[in-house]
């Protein structure tokens, strides 16, 4: 660890992130220092655009390669049978759930002619800029710390709120789109209920990723340790 830099991204600690879970991942920043590692806040301005840009682009996607589904060759398939057109309808419907017929229909919106400019093509750009962001900060730090998600976690449905479910993925979004690896290093317990802290490192560099990982478990017992359930 002796030596190795540390980024720590002030936009991850600004969107909604808990006291609790903010306290309990400084404190594995501290341990990291602590190690031999430094430390040193950064920024990536673009990650405030993540989470729209994310929530077109993965619907897109899913609407491309879902179109393709009919329930032939592989997957669920309808007992149903009424003509390849009815199959097919059918299948999708039985097979698919609520939030990927939602995002079937978002993202076919999104791809459909006098929108993909406005929303398909703009998203894009915004994942180049969030991508350029993650490039130039492992021009100087070697690994980026922060939450894996902004709050503790919560009771089975206890979120019904669609859009509050999606804000829980802010934290891990923005690694999606930029396409680096990251991992989830347990780190604490907030009400009896584990925190993660996430390290991102850059493109192909796992290595790097597993190095810290396991320096920080050999440091510490949380992954040993389970909550009461």
Request: charged share 25%.
């Amino acid at each position: 660890m002796k030596g190795l830099r540390i980024g720590i991204p002030k936009e991850f600690f600004e969107q909604g992130v808990s006291a609790e879970v903010a306290e309990a991942v400084q404190k594995a920043i501290e341990k990291l220092q602590e190690l031999g590692a430094t430390v040193e806040e950064c920024s990536l301005p673009h990650t405030e655009y993540a989470l729209a840009a994310y929530y077109i682009i993965a619907p897109a996607e899913c609407s491309s390669n879902l179109a393709r589904f009919d329930g032939v060759k592989y997957g669920h398939r309808t007992k149903e049978l009424a003509g390849h057109i009815g199959l097919t309808e059918k299948t999708r419907d039985e097979g698919f759930g609520d939030e990927v017929k939602q995002r079937i229909m978002i993202g076919t919106y999104a791809l459909s002619a006098g929108y993909y400019d406005a929303y398909y093509k703009r998203a894009q750009q915004a994942r180049t800029l969030i991508l350029r962001d993650y490039l130039a900060a492992f021009e100087r730090f070697d690994v980026l710390a922060t939450p894996v998600v902004p709050t503790p976690a919560f009771k089975v449905g206890e979120k019904a709120d669609p859009m509050a479910m999606k804000l829980a993925d802010v934290c891990t979004l923005p690694i999606n789109l930029a396409g680096v690896p990251a991992m989830s290093v347990p780190c604490g317990f907030v009400s009896g209920l584990p925190v993660g802290l996430q390290l991102i490192a850059k493109h192909f560099d796992e290595e790097t990723l597993f190095r810290v990982g396991s320096a920080y478990e050999q440091a510490t017992e949380w992954h040993n340790q389970h909550p009461t359930l």
